[in-house]
């Protein structure tokens, strides 16, 4: 989607009274401002005003079919925005709000399709920011905003990072400070009998559990892995531009004092097990690429044992962003996107970032890593671009005047063995015949992204070592760095062709989304669609169907892995074409 730099945005810092007044004219005026919440960054419209609401697609550089949600500053406001308040929502509307939560309910007439995508429910939110609410008040409307981030870059948790994005495209921006929880709102559906988290983040599953639970004359039951009723959530790439690797930290159950003279030797132990993981990691790196600039969003604990390791060649070569104590997830969560852009613009190779186990925030905190970390999950390492060959020259997506981004999404049972391998076998293909260009305009390049995800998957595990294996002896090149990712309703629905690789598991998919209708195929269906049916020896038309190698010996999964290279050399063009690309010539 093109952009024009058409405003002399305006920079207003909170005690600004004039500028705010400003600000809320030009939102009534129908123009876009982007302004502080407690979460992330928003960019507001007038959510009632159909030409403003365009504008902040305009703005972010992405395309209209994702709902927006609706910021209101009293809950009085509710009422004329929906058709109806369920159980489930009154009571997450009275405990949780104004709050780091979205609440998705029934839409009323009055809120128009360009907000809601289409969908016939819309998402309120009162934010907990005091400078936000003073500014949608003086708006005196219902405010549609996204995070103020240009697509494609991670949410903006500071003004500054919002002027990076957006000077020139908005009225203006308001300075309200760092946000505070520095992830975006949980997104819960409310329209059915419980609630469903669609995103998690700041009030959690347990804080969402115990409200409903403490709600004695509530009937419904509490289930996991609900269908919501309407998807619509397309947040796909808090990528940066660096691949990002995950650093699981051991649990820890006290915060240890690096500088402390007076360590056990048991917290000694444990600061070399926080840390060392870490610098191993980064030692590797540089052997394999000595010329490699490395990033360490990370604890104080590592920064201490690095300090004190002292290695000239590793200090030359990482940069640090220290968001306190090891253990503080609140504090990663908060810092984590500024940490992802800053290390970006200091222009390093890899990021190294800090992973945690747990239940509370932690959720929302892995769920936006391994999305950041998911851009490059199928790792192809830097060989593969001297591959390119075929006489073939890079050229770089900048050259292109525009560039549109589409994708595909690989679904399998765990997404650990042929999910990860078809995203890595696409992912070479993609590089090695690159670029590509849209096929009605050459002069607009096109963004391919590759994804995976398993139906019951568990988020962050590696694949089979036998995969990875099999990968770098058939295809070349190293998948061991992928991470398993649930393919919940966002994942589904952010990506242009999803491919399972069973027929059961798209027809599971259809059944519980049939909107997605005409972008869910199984590998064998989507052979069958594109006339390439295959014959058994008896003459019927035989399926794609490829067994997880799980558990088998090594021949099993090099076979495998063979199997599925030949499918998708096959696949490729049509994949390109229904992707809307062809290659760049
Ligand atoms: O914290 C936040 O929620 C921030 C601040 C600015 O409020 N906003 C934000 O907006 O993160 P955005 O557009 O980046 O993400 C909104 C998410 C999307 O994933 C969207 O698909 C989902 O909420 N969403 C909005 N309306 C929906 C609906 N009616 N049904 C399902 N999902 C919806
Ligand atoms: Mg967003």
Redesign the pocket.
């Known amino acids: 989607m093109s952009r024009t730099k058409a405003y002399d945005t305006r920079f207003i810092k909170d005690n600004d009274s004039e500028g705010l007044t400003f600000a809320s004219e030009k939102i009534r005026a129908g123009e876009v401002v982007a302004f502080p919440?407690e979460?992330?960054?928003?960019?507001g419209a007038d959510a009632l005003n159909e030409d403003a609401v365009k504008k902040i697609f305009e703005a972010k550089g992405r395309p209209g079919d994702?709902?927006?949600?609706v910021?209101i500053w009293d809950k009085s406001q509710i009422d004329e925005l929906v058709s109806c308040i369920t159980p489930v929502a009154r009571i997450l509307i009275d405990k949780f709000m104004p709050g780091?939560i979205?609440v998705?309910m029934p839409?009323s007439d009055k809120v128009p399709s360009s907000v809601?995508a289409g969908?016939g429910?819309?998402?309120i939110?009162m934010?907990s920011h005091p400078l936000c609410n003073r500014f949608l008040k003086m708006c005196g409307c219902p405010v549609a905003?996204?995070?103020?981030n240009l697509s494609g870059s991670p949410?903006p948790t500071t003004a500054l990072h919002v002027m990076n994005d957006m000077d020139g495209y908005v009225s203006a921006v308001i300075d309200g400070g760092d946000c505070e929880v520095g992830l975006?709102?949980t997104?819960v559906?409310a329209t059915g009998d419980v609630p469903v988290i669609?995103?998690p983040?700041a009030v959690t599953k347990e804080m969402i559990d115990n409200a409903v639970k403490a709600q004695s004359d509530y009937k419904g039951q509490l289930e996991e892995g609900q269908t919501?009723s309407?998807?619509?959530?397309?947040?796909r790439h808090y990528a940066p531009k660096a691949s990002v690797e995950i650093i699981t930290l051991p649990v820890m159950n006290d915060d240890i004092d690096p500088e402390s003279e007076e360590l056990s030797d048991e917290q000694k132990q444990k600061l070399f097990d926080i840390a060392s993981p870490f610098i191993l990691r980064a030692q590797e790196i540089l052997k394999s690429n000595p010329a490699a600039r490395i990033g360490f969003f990370a604890g104080r604990e590592v920064k201490h044992l690095f300090d004190k390791i002292g290695d000239k060649i590793l200090d030359a070569h990482v940069n640090f962003y220290v968001y306190g104590a090891s253990s503080d997830v609140e504090a990663a969560s908060h810092c984590l996107f500024d940490g992802l852009r800053l290390l970006d613009r200091q222009e390093v190779d890899t990021i190294l970032v800090a992973g945690f186990k747990g239940e509370g925030l932690e959720v929302a905190y892995m769920n936006r890593l391994v999305k950041a970390a998911g851009k490059t999950g199928g790792d192809v390492p830097s060989h593969a671009y001297e591959q390119l060959g075929e006489g073939r020259t890079q050229i770089s997506l900048d050259e292109f005047s525009d560039v549109f981004t589409a994708s595909i999404l690989f679904v399998s049972e765990d997404d650990r063995n042929l999910g990860a391998v078809c995203e890595g076998i696409l992912t070479d293909l993609i590089r090695k015949k690159g670029p590509f260009c849209s096929v009605d305009d050459t002069k607009i390049g096109a963004e391919l992204y590759v994804e995976s995800a398993g139906l019951y998957a568990e988020d962050g595990r590696g694949p089979d070592e036998f995969s990875c294996e099999a990968f770098s002896s058939v295809v070349g090149g190293n998948i061991s760095h992928h991470l398993s990712k649930r393919a919940d309703v966002?994942f589904l629905?952010a990506n242009d062709i999803i491919l399972t690789v069973s027929d059961s598991q798209a027809f599971e998919v259809l059944s519980a989304y049939p909107e997605l209708e005409g972008r869910v195929y199984s590998l064998s269906s989507y052979m069958a669609s594109k006339g390439l049916v295959i014959k058994g020896e008896d003459g019927q038309i035989a399926s794609v169907a490829i067994p997880d190698p799980s558990g088998a010996d090594y021949e099993v999964y090099k076979h495998t892995v063979a199997a599925l290279k030949a499918w998708l050399d096959i696949l490729f063009p049509y994949i390109i074409k229904d992707l809307g690309a062809q290659r760049f010539c």
């Open positions: 919440t979460t992330v960054y928003g960019l994702n709902p927006l949600i910021h780091p979205t998705i839409k809601t969908l429910t819309v998402g939110r934010p905003a996204p995070s103020a949410s975006e709102s997104v559906d669609l995103r983040g919501p309407s998807p619509g959530m397309k947040y966002s629905d």
